[in-house]
């Protein structure tokens, strides 16, 4: 059974950083694009970041020069580093992949930055 796990979210400061992970498991040939997406109280998901198999990033206008998204082919894993980050930055970040051409979701984790 293939899924992807996130972990690493919680509560932080304005101003603070943290990293997000995720990574897939259970037997498939390829991983393609990975990316965040996050989704705030009342508001419709957004994209965060997207990183291709071939490292080709695209970031929010947002995020964009706060966020950095990567990922470890070998340990099949995605990262997002999120430094500066702002009280709207609050949101259940979800990690998406497509696995063999399918499209998998994240169950979640709670990024709250407030003082």
């Known amino acids: 059974q293939v899924q992807v796990v996130e972990s690493g979210g919680g509560l932080v400061q304005p101003g603070g950083s943290l990293r997000l992970s995720c990574s897939a498991s259970?037997?498939?040939?390829?991983?393609?694009?990975m990316g965040w997406y996050r989704q705030a109280p009342g508001k419709q998901r957004e994209l965060v970041a997207v990183?291709?198999?071939?490292?080709?990033?695209n970031y929010a206008e947002s995020v964009k020069d706060r966020f950095t998204i990567s990922r470890d082919s070998a340990k099949k894993t995605v990262y997002l580093q999120m430094n500066s980050l702002k009280p709207e930055d609050t949101a259940v970040y979800l990690c998406?992949?497509?696995?063999?051409?399918?499209?998998?979701w994240g169950q979640g984790t709670q990024v709250t930055v407030s003082s």
């Open positions: 998406n992949a497509i696995i063999d051409r399918r499209t998998y």
């Open positions: 259970g037997v498939f040939f390829s991983i393609g694009t």
């Open positions: 990183i291709s198999a071939a490292g080709t990033t």
